[in-house]
């Protein structure tokens, strides 16, 4: 991790919630007590921040500084305003392409993902605050450069997001194995957003409840998934070809 992602003390992870610098995670020792800890904590809370209660030695691990029970990680990025950024697209012409990541959680998939979908031209990827991959300096990494020239969108649930892309005319498809048809199926013509699960679950089963389509790939071998980056990259070549066809 790039220290100039990493924030130790109180006070100063206190300032920068307030400064509204976009934190990724905060760490904070287990049992800590205080004034200061406790306007910590409601800070947290009233943000909807991710927090894990470790034990101290995991914050000396994290750093050698005096952290004082409190570490935080935050963003490389600025995230962007999921109503204005689906408003810009549409304004713009292009036919929509957006993709929302259900609970994500590799650092190297994420990255990796967000290159291919540099790569195919989508006009945003959508996640959730809390459950899903850290953006951080691995993801920076694996994504070679690619998620500082692609919309990034952090969303309180991915429900929400999905309801919005639906009444905004954008056609939501789940990559599902439980799907009966495959992506060869699908129109993918019109304005999209595909939905792609965890790299253990897939795409929830509340999520796929909601979508208006959900589609998979055909499988030939005996292995019956695949790596979800490899599986999105399948998806959005797919539009691709539609779309050039």
């Known amino acids: ?75 490389p990025i600025d995230f962007h305003n999921l109503e204005d950024l689906v408003l810009s697209t549409l304004e713009s012409g292009k036919t929509p392409l957006f993709l929302l990541l259900d609970q994500l959680s590799d650092v190297r998939n994420f990255g990796a993902i967000i290159r291919t979908a540099e790569c195919t031209g989508v006009n945003g990827i959508i996640i959730q605050k809390k459950g899903g991959a850290p953006v951080n300096a691995d993801t920076v990494k ?42 060869y199926d699908v129109d993918f013509k019109i304005p999209t957003a595909i939905v792609m699960g965890s790299e253990g679950k897939g795409v929830s089963n509340s999520v796929l409840k909601l979508v208006n389509d959900s589609a998979k790939l055909p499988m030939l071998g005996e292995i019956a998934s695949l790596n979800v980056s490899v599986a999105c990259g399948a998806f959005l070549y797919e539009v691709i070809r539609q779309r050039m066809s």
């Open 142 to 183: 694996t994504s070679t450069g690619a998620i500082f020239k692609i919309p990034i969108c952090k969303v309180d649930h991915i429900k929400d997001a999905l309801f919005y892309l639906q009444g905004s005319g954008i056609n939501v498809v789940a990559a599902s194995e439980k799907a009966s048809q495959t992506l």
């Open 1 to 75: 991790m790039k220290n100039d992602t990493l924030l130790f003390g109180i006070r100063a992870i206190i300032e920068a919630i307030n400064a509204g610098k976009t934190i990724d995670k905060v760490f904070v020792q287990k049992g800590l007590q205080g004034d200061l800890a406790k306007q910590l904590m409601q800070l947290i809370k009233s943000q909807n921040l991710t927090v894990s209660y470790v034990p101290v030695e995991k914050l000396n691990k994290l750093t050698k500084k005096n952290h004082q029970g409190a570490v935080a990680y935050t963003s």
